[in-house]
């Protein structure tokens, strides 16, 4: 099976950094994905890292270590439209699920001005 | 359209009728996925379909849950015999391959059983 965690809420001030973590125990793994999603709208894809260590892009990185089960989401330079909920979600690995994402409950991030 | 498109956006049913929900997946999309998101909880992934092979089921809540995918494109969840429970935002994906590209949702559509 797959067990995702991520805290459940965030907030932070408009122009800070804020790094949103994401463990999992997964039977099989192969990639981790963070999406964003506002409310009321659709997830949008964020980030993906396969490989150990950070991939950048813009004021979003994102971090894996695959011996730890852990991954983490950096947000610079904050914001107020960065208010949202962050999916972190393992793509499983194994022949009979292959491309099945597994989600986490998601973290809502509250950007205060 | 260049995304995914989800029709209705919103359906509301009286508990024991029958709902379908429609996807159409962007152009040349080998993969697609639904998912149930119910309020405040995670995206919960319900059937996967890839190109011309059986689809992964083991997602789905119940036999009164079945998905098809007509010509390799649009598919239809259907619900038969609705219930409370059920109400949620059905989300729809697609992507490029089974499972070596990132999925593109559509804008869900927020089934209400009353």
């Known amino acids: 099976g797959q067990n995702i965690d991520q805290p459940t809420e965030m907030t932070a001030t408009e122009g800070a950094i804020v790094q949103i973590n994401c463990t999992y125990q997964?039977?099989?793994?192969?990639?981790l994905f963070w999406y964003q999603q506002h409310a009321g709208e659709a997830p949008t894809f964020l980030s993906y890292?396969?490989?150990?260590g950070l991939e950048e892009k813009g004021r979003f990185s994102s971090f894996l270590s695959r011996s730890k089960g852990y991954s983490y989401l950096l947000l610079k330079e904050l914001q107020m439209k960065d208010s949202a909920s962050y999916l972190c979600?393992?793509?499983?690995?194994?022949?009979?699920?292959?491309?099945?994402?597994?989600f986490g409950r998601g973290t809502q991030l509250t950007v205060w001005p | 359209g260049a995304g995914v498109s989800q029709s209705p956006s919103n359906k509301v049913t009286e508990k024991g009728k029958d709902v379908e929900l429609r996807c159409d997946p962007i152009?040349?999309?080998?993969?697609l996925y639904w998912y149930r998101q119910s309020l405040g909880q995670g995206l919960e992934f319900l059937i996967y379909?890839?190109?011309?092979?059986?689809?992964?089921k083991s997602g789905l809540p119940s036999d009164r849950f079945s998905a098809e995918r007509t010509g390799g494109s649009v598919s239809t969840l259907t619900i038969q015999r609705t219930q409370q429970e059920d109400s949620a935002v059905y989300l729809c994906?697609?992507?490029?391959?089974?499972?070596?590209?990132?999925?593109?949702f559509g804008p869900g559509t927020r089934l209400t059983v009353t």
């Open positions: 152009s040349g999309h080998t993969a």
């Open positions: 979600a393992v793509r499983d690995g194994r022949g009979s699920t292959l491309g099945r994402l597994y």
């Open positions: 997964t039977s099989g793994f192969n990639g």
């Open positions: 379909f890839q190109g011309n092979s059986a689809p992964d």
């Open positions: 890292n396969v490989l150990d």
């Open positions: 994906a697609s992507s490029q391959a089974g499972g070596s590209y990132e999925q593109y």
